[in-house]
């Protein structure tokens, strides 16, 4: 799997715009760019992902540079509950007797201020 | 709430002991992967089970092993306890084995071993 790389801590002020940068220069064509959060000492929860295109859900919108070589989640109005670790992951395709599993870095620290 | 659910929550055991965990993945999703995140560190990939076959592992060793039955859920087991093997142990399920096809993770155990 293609390496990440993330901040390691990142603030944001209550109601404005969270984003969170990744870098991930060695992608290749077929992987997939996926984020998760965790909020403390509960499980990742999946947040969105995608391949090419930006990709919008009801909880942020995820923008994939045209290269794919690094992608920008954003929060659009953060709110206090949003502080979490955000993990950033390119997942391979399923080839066979291997795995496609998600390969955790160490993310990045979101702290929402109030 | 993603559906999937873990048990115990919070588990004491003592160095040398052996260790089942469990794992109800969310209706409809036949794949589950079982990850163990060390305090201060992101989860790693321990296995994968799809249709009750492991088909994929990362890099435990043979003491920890699992089951996959025919309703989807799943156990981990860990033999010879260590103090190491103190953990949050997390389960994702997904529907098949696609790049494309979300995780969803429960809230995990927290094993402890003294």
């Known amino acids: 799997d293609a390496k990440t790389t993330q901040p390691p801590s990142m603030d944001c002020a209550e109601g404005r715009a969270a984003n969170l940068p990744c870098n991930h220069s060695?992608?290749?064509?077929?992987?997939?760019v996926y984020w998760y959060r965790q909020i403390h000492s509960q499980g990742p929860q999946y947040i969105i992902h995608?391949?090419?295109n930006n990709e919008t859900n009801e909880m942020a919108s995820l923008i994939i540079t045209e290269d794919r070589k690094s992608s920008t989640l954003i929060l659009p109005h953060a709110t206090l509950r949003d502080t979490a670790v955000y993990y950033c992951?390119?997942?391979?395709?399923?080839?066979?007797?291997?795995?496609?599993?998600?390969?955790f870095g160490k993310g990045t620290k979101l702290s929402v201020i109030p | 709430e993603t559906g999937v659910t873990q048990s115990p929550t919070h588990l004491i055991k003592t160095r040398g002991q052996q260790v089942t965990l469990r794992c109800s993945s969310q209706?409809?999703?036949?794949?589950v992967s079982w990850y163990q995140q060390a305090l201060g560190q992101g989860p790693q990939f321990i296995f994968q089970?799809?249709?009750?076959?492991?088909?994929g592992r990362g890099n435990f060793p043979p003491r920890f092993s699992g089951l996959q039955f025919p309703n989807y859920s799943s156990e981990l087991n860990v033999n010879a306890l260590e103090l190491d093997d103190s953990a949050l142990y997390l389960c994702?399920?997904?529907?098949?084995?696609?790049?494309?096809?979300?995780?969803?993770f429960g809230q995990g155990t927290r094993l402890t071993v003294v």
């Open positions: 060695t992608i290749s064509g077929n992987e997939y």
């Open positions: 209706s409809g999703h036949n794949t």
């Open positions: 995608g391949l090419k």
């Open positions: 994702a399920s997904s529907q098949g084995q696609g790049a494309n096809t979300e995780a969803f």
């Open positions: 992951i390119v997942r391979s395709p399923y080839t066979g007797a291997g795995s496609y599993q998600l390969t």
């Open positions: 089970y799809y249709r009750e076959e492991e088909n």
